[in-house]
Nanobody, 122 residues
């Protein structure tokens, strides 16, 4: 059974860092592109970053480019998001998501994590 489990999240000060993880048992993790998305209070969902199944290429929203780094460890079936130089506007519920089909990122998702809260505040 596919599961996307996101422990962590937390509180950081502006300019600080946090690292999110997403454990992904129950499917052939190494065959699927993965993404992170977020939803801030009162706003719609926003795609944040995506990564190829083998980690060979990554993509970022302009709002996080240069500050966030997506990565994956296919041996551990785990997706990561390193967030640096955090801003108050990064405060949101963050979700990992599995691409629906095998291959390059299609940005169509069939499974989502439960979400983890990130709060950036002084």
């Amino acid at each position: 059974q596919v599961q996307l489990v996101e422990p962590g999240g937390g509180l950081a000060q502006p300019g600080g860092s946090l690292r999110l993880s997403c454990a992904a048992p129950g499917f052939t993790f190494s065959s699927y592109a993965m993404s992170w998305a977020r939803q801030a209070p009162g706003k719609g969902p926003e795609w944040v970053s995506g990564i190829y199944s083998d980690g060979s290429d990554t993509y970022y929203a302009d709002s996080v480019k240069g500050r966030f780094t997506i990565s994956r460890d296919n041996a551990k079936n785990t997706l990561y998001l390193q967030m640096n130089s955090l801003k108050p506007e990064d405060t949101a519920l963050y979700y990992c998501a599995k691409d629906r089909v095998v291959g390059p990122p299609a940005y169509e998702y069939d499974y989502w994590g439960q979400g983890t809260q990130v709060t950036v505040s002084s």
